[in-house]
């Protein structure tokens, strides 16, 4: 693992336990389990369940294997690797189901490092360092519904830097680094200076790598931006785009890329320019 200096080594247990303690802020209503339906939790556990029990007579599942399932189960949670797992190897699926009413632009997963609330961009500009590493990125783009009405809606961006490292889960990163709410005027219209994203190695210090590493998979996922897109009387939009000709464009470990997703950017100044927009779904 890369890490930045000797004092500020990035741990999978150090960004588990954020990513745990964000869920925790950010999404505390659903603690309440006991607001699921009875008969839904009853459907979903059970079948579950039964999944779980096909692969263990199909596949002549053995004592070694189930404790060390079980040691391996007890190790997530003691990473705080959970959003890590769910995010990684369910969530794209979660998603797809969501999503699929929608005429609007295609979403992906929110993955585990989304701050909401972040800053307003001053210059239509993300913060960075002085300095900071990675290739200029200019993105032009428009707002509009589904029936072509432009929206003066918002685009919170977030993505980790040139070395692959998110603000606020990587130590040694400031505050709001690579993370910023941009507002588009009232014909829809925005524009946004960052800078392009490295490909990202989920951590394989921790449970997850573990899991990778006894199956023999790799770890990686495409360098990506992640967006929240949102207007007024609109569903909200969550996505990711990915640039072409990404060595895990074609097997992202989770699994969380579409076609639509892949942008189209053009040589611009000292960088690269990107023309993306996004049409949302009414309510
Ligand atoms: C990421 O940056 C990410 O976007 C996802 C989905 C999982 C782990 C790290
Ligand atoms: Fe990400």
Same mark, same amino acid.
Request: aromatic share 8%.
């Given at each position: 693992?890369?890490?930045?200096?000797?004092?500020?080594? =990035?741990?999978?247990?150090?960004?588990?336990?954020?990513?745990?303690?964000?869920?925790?802020?950010? $999404? /505390?209503?659903?603690?309440?389990?006991?607001?699921?339906?009875?008969?839904?939790?009853?459907?979903?556990?059970?079948?579950?369940?039964?999944?779980? &029990?096909?692969?263990?007579?199909?596949?002549?599942?053995?004592?070694?294997?189930?404790?060390?399932?079980?040691?391996?189960?007890?190790?997530?949670?003691?990473?705080?690797?959970?959003?890590?797992?769910?995010?990684?190897?369910?969530?794209?699926?979660?998603?797809?189901?969501?999503?699929?009413?929608?005429?609007?632009?295609?979403?992906?997963?929110?993955?585990?490092?989304?701050?909401?609330?972040?800053?307003?961009?001053?210059?239509?500009?993300?913060?960075?360092?002085?300095?900071?590493?990675?290739? @200029?990125?200019? *993105?032009?783009?428009?707002?509009?519904?589904?029936?072509?009405?432009?929206?003066?809606?918002?685009?919170?961006? *977030? &993505?980790?830097?040139?070395?692959?490292?998110?603000?606020?889960?990587?130590?040694?990163?400031?505050?709001?680094?690579?993370?910023?709410?941009?507002?588009?005027?009232?014909?829809?219209?925005?524009?946004?200076?960052?800078?392009?994203? =490295?490909?990202?190695?989920?951590?394989?210090?921790?449970?997850?790598? $573990?899991?990778?590493?006894? =199956?023999?998979?790799?770890? *990686?996922?495409?360098?990506?931006?992640?967006?929240?897109? /949102?207007?007024?009387? &609109?569903?909200?939009?969550?996505?990711?785009?990915?640039? @072409?000709?990404?060595? &895990?464009?074609?097997?992202?470990?989770?699994?969380?890329?579409?076609?639509?997703?892949?942008?189209? @950017?053009?040589?611009?100044?000292?960088?690269?320019?990107?023309?993306? /927009?996004?049409?949302?779904?009414?309510?």
């Amino acid at each position: 693992m890369t890490t930045t200096n000797d004092s500020a080594v =990035a741990t999978a247990a150090a960004s588990g336990a954020s990513a745990t303690d964000r869920f925790a802020t950010d $999404k /505390s209503p659903y603690a309440a389990v006991k607001d699921v339906p009875k008969e839904r939790v009853d459907l979903l556990a059970r079948e579950v369940l039964e999944a779980v &029990h096909g692969t263990i007579r199909k596949h002549k599942v053995t004592y070694d294997e189930y404790n060390a399932l079980k040691a391996w189960l007890i190790q997530v949670g003691q990473d705080g690797e959970w959003p890590l797992f769910l995010d990684v190897w369910v969530e794209h699926v979660v998603e797809d189901v969501a999503t699929e009413h929608r005429q609007g632009n295609k979403g992906t997963i929110e993955g585990p490092y989304y701050v909401p609330n972040a800053p307003d961009a001053v210059d239509n500009t993300i913060p960075m360092r002085d300095g900071e590493s990675g290739t @200029p990125l200019t *993105w032009k783009g428009t707002i509009t519904s589904v029936d072509g009405t432009p929206l003066p809606g918002k685009v919170e961006l *977030w &993505h980790a830097d040139a070395e692959g490292f998110y603000s606020q889960f990587a130590p040694g990163i400031p505050e709001w680094n690579l993370r910023a709410t941009f507002h588009a005027d009232d014909k829809g219209n925005f524009e946004i200076h960052t800078i392009q994203p =490295a490909p990202y190695q989920i951590p394989t210090d921790g449970s997850c790598g $573990k899991l990778i590493a006894a =199956a023999g998979w790799h770890a *990686w996922r495409p360098a990506h931006l992640h967006v929240k897109v /949102s207007a007024p009387g &609109h569903e909200l939009l969550t996505a990711q785009l990915y640039f @072409p000709g990404d060595p &895990h464009n074609n097997d992202d470990i989770a699994d969380a890329v579409k076609p639509e997703l892949i942008l189209d @950017p053009k040589p611009s100044g000292d960088g690269v320019g990107i023309d993306y /927009s996004f049409v949302l779904d009414p309510e």
